[in-house]
């Protein structure tokens, strides 16, 4: 009888973890709308001819009195973004930590975010400043609300199976994006048959990515549960406790060397995606149309890739499997410097090529830095994680730009960025992650 219940307890508490993983991908689907739809496409364009329309003579607005010109002032709104995001991200994982209390803390960032992007339906005429401050708010909030739900896989999924949920996770995410960005074109190709002007389909785009963001949200708030807190006590003020993180962080070295690794091999893929679009317009000549359509197609295919670097990664190891990732990103930047210009089929490739490899090296890196994090702090450990994924991506943009001026041609500061990948490899390669997981206190998988 006794076996029987220990049997009937084992068996409730898996299916109960299979709930919550199962929840879990279901904040992917809400919120990857928002990287999609609004950042990606829609929101920097009508937010710069928003700006444009209240600009000066000069072409400047002047945001509290500051001199802005009107087409940098998008760039300048996602920069304090990441500010605010960098302050806040180390005091909310350490309040999470410490009390226990994520999944509340994730809905109120979700639907801090949420609300804020809804509210981009209000942005027309001049209202530039009202763009701005809701671009910086749902911004900061996504980064704060990815960074709880990312430190949630340490917690939902045992060490042998961390790469196939996070794999499914992102695999959710670029689903839904996929799926609105597709409702949204039609609703933005025929808005003359909805009765709506350009202006009035952006902003019915803009708003329904915040609804999606909250309706789907309800089911990771209904499915993931709350474990207990680590200490009772305040936080420092975010930067203090960074600061703190940081500290923390030293004692686990090889947890650091890996997230020098990952800050680098990820500035190379975060600057091929924004920049990726520049080079297709301005070097290739390619059309708007052809553009969104890459983009929607390397949304598609990174599903596919997301699932299938997962199940590569059971045979031969996380760290193999993000290994080859990175080969393939060389490999797909070497082949778009050769790219012949006003050919949207070869770019087409060359967008299907980052899809399958970009949804899994994110995924992978994500499932590896799970087994890294001492237990007990892995909000705070991903508010690092999360950083260098949003917040310390500048480097490669710099590169891009000092190549292009210095050169005059995108085809070198699109191989530039090929560096970017050479020295994460050499770098990871160098990470002994069975050591690494030991020493963070983890029990260590059989393939990693």
Not at 68 to 87: D, K, M, N, Q, T
Not at 186 to 196: E, M, Q, T
Not at 332 to 358: D, K, N
Request: glycine fraction near 12%.
């Amino acid at each position: 009888m006794g076996t029987e219940t220990v049997r009937s307890g084992v068996f409730d508490e898996a299916a109960e973890l299979r709930r919550e993983q199962r929840g879990w991908y279901f904040y992917d689907w809400a919120c990857s709308v928002y990287s999609t739809s609004v950042l990606t496409v829609f929101l920097g364009p009508y937010l710069t001819s928003v700006a444009d329309h209240a600009a000066d003579a000069g072409g400047y607005v002047h945001p509290l009195g500051i001199p802005v010109r009107a087409g940098s002032f998008f760039a300048y709104s996602v920069s304090l973004s990441v500010i605010v995001a960098v302050v806040l991200m180390p005091l909310v994982g350490s309040v999470a930590d410490r009390t226990g209390r994520k999944k509340q803390l994730l809905g109120v960032a979700a639907y801090t975010g949420a609300a804020a992007t809804t509210g981009m339906f209000f942005l027309d005429g001049d209202r530039y400043l009202l763009g701005g401050l809701l671009l910086i708010v749902a911004n900061a909030a996504q980064s704060v609300a990815l960074m709880l739900y990312n430190s949630y896989l340490p917690q939902i999924a045992p060490p042998e199976e961390r790469d196939t949920v996070s794999s499914r996770g992102w695999a959710f995410g670029y689903a839904s994006g996929s799926l609105v960005l597709i409702i949204n074109l039609v609703l933005y190709s025929a808005r003359d048959s909805f009765g709506l002007s350009e202006t009035e389909a952006v902003r019915v785009c803009l708003a329904g990515a915040g609804l999606w963001w909250a309706a789907f949200t309800l089911v990771p708030l209904r499915r993931l549960r709350d474990r207990g807190g680590r200490t009772a006590g305040a936080a420092a003020p975010g930067l203090r406790q960074l600061a703190a993180t940081a500290r923390d962080m030293r004692r686990h070295p090889l947890t650091l060397s890996f997230l020098l690794a990952y800050l680098v091999y990820n500035d190379g893929i975060q600057t091929v995606i924004s920049q990726a679009s520049v080079y297709g317009s301005e070097e290739l000549g390619l059309g708007q149309s052809t553009l969104i359509g890459a983009v929607l197609m390397v949304q598609v295919l990174a599903v596919a890739g997301a699932l299938t670097m997962g199940r590569l990664a059971r045979t031969y190891g996380a760290k193999r499997t993000i290994l080859g990732s990175l080969v393939a990103w060389t490999v797909t930047l070497a082949a778009g410097y050769f790219l012949p210009a006003g050919a949207p089929v070869w770019f087409f490739v060359l967008a299907g090529g980052i899809g399958l490899v970009l949804g899994g090296s994110q995924a992978l890196s994500r499932s590896l830095f799970s087994h890294l994090v001492p237990p007990g702090k892995e909000a705070e450990y991903f508010a690092a994680y999360e950083m260098s994924d949003r917040g310390m991506s500048w480097l490669g943009p710099l590169l891009f730009g000092i190549t292009y001026q210095l050169t005059g041609s995108y085809r070198s500061a699109i191989i530039s960025l090929v560096a970017f990948f050479v020295i994460g490899f050499a770098l990871l390669a160098r990470v002994p992650v069975r050591r690494a997981i030991g020493e963070a206190g983890n029990p260590v998988p059989q393939k990693i």
